[in-house]
């Protein structure tokens, strides 16, 4: 409970009242809260033993924020492309998945052995029966037993291990097959099973890091997932956005970015066999044409803003990550300040790095425990702490067998965007502005039998330079 909410419920309690739970969140939400709950009890007719929301005087809310004055920007730096595939190399063969997982592995053993309990950690094959090992390892299997044991195999490129763990009364270890980790413990008198008796060390993302700024208030816009084709697309919605981003809605102007940056997170049009059935979902058959109409929709952006836009799953490339970018058939019908890139992409952008996802591998990890589509955020935790975008291999997230894993988070960025699950969330981790913008798509059948209520045409706005950051709602 936080020190706000302890000093409304003390109020409430000195007074006799007993609120209900949306009262104590309004009340620790508004800026004047105890001022307001003052007032309204005041303003009651008579004694009073239950109060709720209604109660409140409506009003009394604070008004609405005013515009940040920013000083205005004439030039902008170009996008850059860091770091992303430019040309595949999967041909199937035996030598490439064992390039690819080598790869996978020497780079995440490596940011295993940053943390200091497994700096001098061994390999699996030179385990000594007398004395405390440290190893590290892929995970190969899981398995989880009613008493609270799993068993887990690792690999690595000599031998194999099993290791017993316990589950923590404190947390979940939810762990993924084919992520890498460190253990200690001891071994069994067989040497077949090593006992681990300490908490499990995944790849090291590293203290609080003080994020990159721009030199000027350069504003990157995030949007994601716009779903153009779709019988749910929110055509009306989306025209206002275009048509905020031109100046001519009286709606927080000064996030306008003019010049600034626009990033496109993937699920640029809905396309075509994406699922069963998607035919009867959708307003435009052909995804040749639903393409056109985005063009013609991209068009009227301003030049000035450097227009951003990568795949996702719903797009006309291989649904295998790493995607590759959109091809040349789509691409010579846009401007040329657009930029298209592969998914993923490590962009920087006036000196700030941004690493950009469309996020399918989230599918897999909402399996998980305590893990969930409308909280992208603790997803993108989880891909941060593994240092990897896609870490299992042969679920729901098809991977190619490239000859380097492009999906590896090699160094950490000061944004990570993702897409795809049709959530908006804002969150700083450990120094990494976390963003998920939601989508330009109503909810759909399928999310409706699943219960899930997707937060459409929302943008999230960033000041590269004070990484201010505001979520723009163009649902009004």
């Not at 008796?197 to 995030?222: K, M, T, W």
């Not at 803003?305 to 996702?312: D, K, L, N, R, S």
């Not at 992409?345 to 998980?368: E, P, Q, R, T």
């Not at 935790?381 to 490239?402: D, F, Q, S, V, W």
Request: with cysteine.
């Amino acid at each position: 409970m936080s020190v706000k909410e302890k000093e409304v419920i003390a109020w409430l309690s000195e007074h006799k009242l007993m609120p209900s739970p949306e009262l104590v969140t309004h009340v620790v939400n508004h800026p004047e809260g105890l001022v307001l709950l003052e007032k309204s009890v005041d303003s009651l007719d008579g004694p009073r033993l239950f109060l709720s929301v209604s109660d409140l005087i409506v009003d009394e809310r604070p008004e609405p924020p005013k515009p940040i004055s920013r000083p205005k920007v004439t030039n902008i730096p170009p996008v850059i492309i860091e770091r992303q595939i430019n040309k595949s190399l999967a041909d199937g063969k035996l030598e490439s998945y064992v390039s690819l997982f080598n790869d996978r592995f020497k780079t995440l053993s490596r940011l295993v052995r940053r943390d200091p309990s497994m700096r001098d950690a061994g390999g699996l094959s030179n385990l000594d029966s007398d004395e405390e090992n440290k190893v590290i390892g892929m995970v190969a299997d899981i398995r989880t037993f009613q008493n609270g044991r799993i068993k887990v195999a690792i690999e690595d490129s000599k031998s194999r291990l099993n290791l017993l763990l316990t589950e923590p009364e404190e947390g979940s270890l939810n762990l993924l097959h084919d992520e890498v980790i460190g253990v200690s413990g001891k071994l069994s008198r067989q040497g077949d099973i090593l006992f681990v008796n300490s908490p499990i060390v995944r790849p090291h993302v590293g203290r609080y890091q003080e994020f990159a700024r721009a030199d000027e208030p350069y504003i990157a816009l995030f949007i994601s997932d716009i779903h153009l084709g779709s019988k749910t697309f929110k055509n009306e919605e989306w025209e206002k956005f275009i048509s905020w981003l031109n100046g001519e809605v009286d709606y927080h102007k000064e996030w306008i970015p003019n010049p600034g940056y626009l990033i496109i997170a993937g699920d640029a049009v809905d396309g075509i066999d994406s699922y069963p059935g998607q035919e009867d979902d959708l307003s435009i058959t052909d995804v040749w044409e639903q393409y056109s109409e985005l063009a013609t929709s991209v068009s009227k952006i301003p030049t000035e803003i450097q227009t951003v836009i990568m795949p996702g799953n719903h797009d006309a490339v291989r649904l295998m990550e790493p995607q590759l970018p959109l091809p040349d058939r789509v691409i010579k019908n846009f401007k040329d300040n657009l930029t298209f890139t592969a998914n993923p992409v490590l962009l920087d952008i006036a000196g700030v790095k941004i690493l950009c996802y469309h996020g399918k591998s989230l599918d897999d990890l909402v399996s998980l425990r305590d893990l969930s589509y409308d909280n992208p955020m603790a997803m993108m935790k989880e891909l941060l702490n593994r240092r990897h975008m896609a870490p299992i291999y042969g679920g729901k997230t098809p991977l190619a067998p490239e000859r380097e894993d492009h999906l590896l988070i090699r160094e950490i960025p000061d944004i990570f965007v993702t897409g795809h699950v049709h959530s908006c969330g804002v969150e700083r981790y450990k120094g990494v502005l976390m963003l998920n913008p939601g989508t330009w798509q109503a909810q759909t059948d399928y999310q409706k039998m699943m219960g899930f209520q997707p937060d459409p045409c929302r943008a999230i706005a960033v000041n590269l330079q004070t990484f201010d950051t505001q979520v723009l709602d163009f649902n009004f």
